[in-house]
């Protein structure tokens, strides 16, 4: 098994979380942004299908 010869470094540690962090958030906006477009029904930048439930 492999083991690391020496401890990480805070700084090296915290900014990776940092940068994981950033990712999360701008993912998270986005999918708010997509989901608040497709509720208005007014989006013109995809294309999605909706199901008929009076079958």
């Known amino acids: 098994m492999a083991v690391p010869k020496k401890r990480t470094s805070k700084s090296k540690n915290k900014s990776r ?6 990712q ?5 906006k ?8 497709t509720m208005t029904g ?3 930048s995809f294309i999605y299908t909706t199901t008929n439930s009076s079958l």
């Open 24 to 28: 999360v958030y701008y993912k998270s």
């Open 30 to 37: 986005k999918a708010l942004s997509l989901a608040r477009s």
């Open 42 to 44: 007014k989006s013109t």
């Open 17 to 22: 979380k940092a940068n994981w962090k950033r």
